[in-house]
């Protein structure tokens, strides 16, 4: 089973982002994926979940401008990040639940 994250990049505040991750290896479609962020003033930070009923769930700091998606034909889940701010900066990761599997990560950067 393989995790490939993509999508990042360098991004000016109030822009957007949509970050990628493919599943391979197995059934995605059965599969809870999350999306985790990795910053300098956090080990790690949930942000979003999203089973394979595709019922997500948010952390209190996602909510509002964090949209986590799947496509299943694509075995593949979304993480849309609108209005981003310099906050954001940091290392997005996905993660495989049933398997208890990281990617490898998509760094974005916001700057001006």
């Known amino acids: 089973v393989q995790l490939e994250e993509s999508g990042g990049g360098s991004v000016q505040p109030g822009g957007s982002v949509r970050l990628s991750c493919k599943v391979s290896?197995?059934?995605?479609?059965?599969?809870?994926m999350a999306w985790y962020r990795q910053t300098p003033a956090y080990r790690r930070e949930w942000l979003a979940t999203i089973g394979s009923s595709e019922r997500t769930q948010y952390a209190d700091s996602a909510k509002g401008r964090f949209t986590i998606a799947r496509d299943n034909a694509e075995s593949t889940v979304y993480l849309q990040i609108m209005n981003l701010q310099p906050e954001d900066t940091g290392i997005y990761l996905c993660?495989?639940?049933?398997?208890?599997?990281w990617g490898q990560g998509t760094q974005v950067t916001v700057s001006s």
């Open positions: 290896g197995t059934t995605f479609s059965r599969l809870t």
């Open positions: 993660l495989l639940i049933e398997h208890n599997l």
